[in-house]
């Protein structure tokens, strides 16, 4: 099997006014796809507004950068199938592109980078490439489509993989 570009490490952080599956409520957890490749965070209960764990770093290999990569929030049900919460398309192009720069080591905080929204990707606010403990990464604020109300925070970062192709093959 070919080995990837690279990896994708993917952080969520949290979900804002997600809409109400339930009752009154809740029960979210987010699936990230990439090709046929599928990672999930474990769900939160009983929240709209939930926050994830650090543990909730997500990795991904990317093989192929123009294959999209979709985040999906899902409504976690013990006696029926769970229900669809939206989602939503990662754009990390613009992120590699500072990756590739191969920029010298900064202070952490610096920051490197913006990405303001646009109808070109699903940011819903300016986006910031930032140098933090001795790499880029970026922090981003995704609206959910096809549903009502929802966004999602994440933090990507990339890192190379030894014996792949690298970002500038």
Not at 5 to 31: A, E
Not at 118 to 143: A, F, P
Request: proline share 4%; charged share 25%.
């Amino acid at each position: 099997m070919e080995s990837p570009i690279g990896l994708l490490k993917i952080k969520v952080i949290r979900g804002m006014n997600l809409v109400v599956m339930d009752f009154t409520s809740s029960d979210p957890y987010v699936v990230i796809s990439i090709g046929d490749q599928d990672v999930q965070t474990g769900h939160v209960y009983d929240t709209c507004n939930p926050y994830w764990s650090d543990e909730d770093e997500l990795t991904l290999g990317v093989y192929d950068l123009d294959t999209p990569i979709i985040l999906k929030v899902y409504d976690k049900d013990t006696f029926k199938g769970d229900d669809f919460m939206g989602e939503s398309r990662i754009d990390i192009i613009p992120y590699l592109e500072y990756v590739k720069a191969g920029l010298a080591p900064l202070s952490t905080g610096s920051i490197v980078g913006k990405i303001d929204p646009s109808e070109q990707n699903c940011l819903h606010e300016t986006s910031y490439i930032l140098w933090k403990d001795g790499q880029l990464v970026q922090k981003m604020i995704l609206r959910l489509n096809n549903v009502l109300t929802g966004e999602v925070e994440i933090q990507v970062r990339w890192e190379e993989v030894s014996g792949g192709k690298g970002l500038t093959s």
